[in-house]
């Protein structure tokens, strides 16, 4: 057999870089599949998207159909804005929710974009060390990367904040020109009672409700735990710049260097005692891509030198550790432990910048 005949038989090198019962996924198709999966995703931001958009549909139509009957009405029925006040609120509520779910597909594609596709426009051509981590985190375990609050606020702010305002304004007319206009603020009173409410107690009961509206909306302008959206710009207001800057909002006209999108992932510390810890050792780095550290031990019982394994990991790579182990000594003791931080290469680094 010649020697070029001898190297057509050679098996090709292994590039695959995704494996499963014998499946190998080469680097072109992996790309593949990464791309329909940000399909996906986009789809589904956009399904939910759609939903918020139907939501406040439902407070704009709600709120001229009551605003309509309210004016063209000759009885004084200020009561369907009140009661309409209330719906608004709920449908505000409902969108809130619906926002925190269309933030977690959001921030998937903010992680496809900026670490994978981003990373093949700039040097070092490459994705960042913790992008798939974080992406893996929030598919196995997902969570909302943004809170209740925030996201009323958010809302709020954008869309609420002006229907409330008109509806406050038409019944405001409403009770002052029906059937004529008020000659004083005691009449004004008067006429804002509800059946058996005390107009005063109305009034009162509005200023508390709209105030809190109004509390929310700028308690949580300064929360940006989610960035998946643009965050509102203030450049030439400088009432709005110095609001902003006193709940350490920083505004856009200064130069900020945006955070990275990203979560902090769960770190791990596993103890692996083992009989053999150098095959144990070589399949973690082979597989695993993860170094460790060998310490001492000695077991009380047995009073026999036992070598103890320490490897820093993420919550995604226990279950492949734990096969690791099996495969090689079933009667191996494994000790997992949450670290609060782990500092160096591949985890955060020691000094940032």
Do not use: C
Request: proline share 7%; glycine share 6%; net charge positive.
């Amino acid at each position: 057999m010649t020697d070029s005949a001898f190297a057509s038989e050679k098996e090709p090198p292994d590039e695959s870089v995704w494996s499963y019962r014998g499946y190998h996924l080469r680097p072109s198709e992996f790309t593949t599949a990464m791309v329909h999966y940000y399909r996906a995703e986009i789809q589904r931001s956009n399904t939910w998207r759609m939903r918020l958009d139907n939501t406040t549909n439902w407070a704009v139509v709600s709120t001229s159909a009551a605003i309509s009957f309210a004016l063209t009405s000759p009885s004084n029925h200020h009561g369907v804005l009140l009661v309409n006040t209330l719906l608004i609120a709920i449908f505000l509520w409902i969108e809130a929710r619906r926002y925190r779910y269309y933030e977690l597909w959001a921030y998937r594609t903010r992680l496809m974009e900026t670490d994978f596709f981003a990373a093949m426009l700039a040097p070092p051509f490459a994705p960042h060390p913790e992008w798939a981590e974080n992406l893996s985190e929030t598919l196995l375990a997902p969570e909302f990367p943004i809170s209740i609050w925030e996201a009323f606020g958010r809302r709020f702010r954008r869309n609420y904040f002006w229907i409330f305002l008109l509806l406050g304004i038409v019944w405001a007319l409403k009770v002052y020109l029906h059937p004529v206009p008020a000659t004083d603020w005691t009449e004004f009173v008067t006429r804002s009672a509800l059946g058996p409410i005390p107009g005063s107690t109305m009034l009162i009961l509005g200023l508390i409700f709209n105030g809190i509206l109004v509390l929310v909306g700028i308690l949580t302008a300064g929360l940006t735990q989610a960035s998946g959206e643009v965050l509102p710009k203030f450049d030439g207001m400088p009432m709005m710049n110095s609001l902003w800057r006193a709940m350490r909002v920083k505004p856009d006209s200064q130069p900020v260097k945006r955070a990275r999108v990203s979560r902090r992932r769960r770190r791990i510390l596993a103890l692996v005692v083992t009989k053999d810890p150098q095959a144990v050792s070589e399949k973690i780095v082979k597989e695993m891509k993860r170094s460790g550290t060998l310490l001492s031990g000695q077991g009380i019982y047995s009073h026999q030198d036992r070598p103890v394994l320490m490897v820093a990991l993420t919550v995604t790579e226990v279950a492949h550790l734990k096969a690791i182990v099996r495969a090689q000594d079933p009667q191996a003791f494994v000790v997992v432990m949450p670290a609060q931080e782990i500092l160096g290469g591949g985890f955060q680094p020691l000094k940032e910048d």
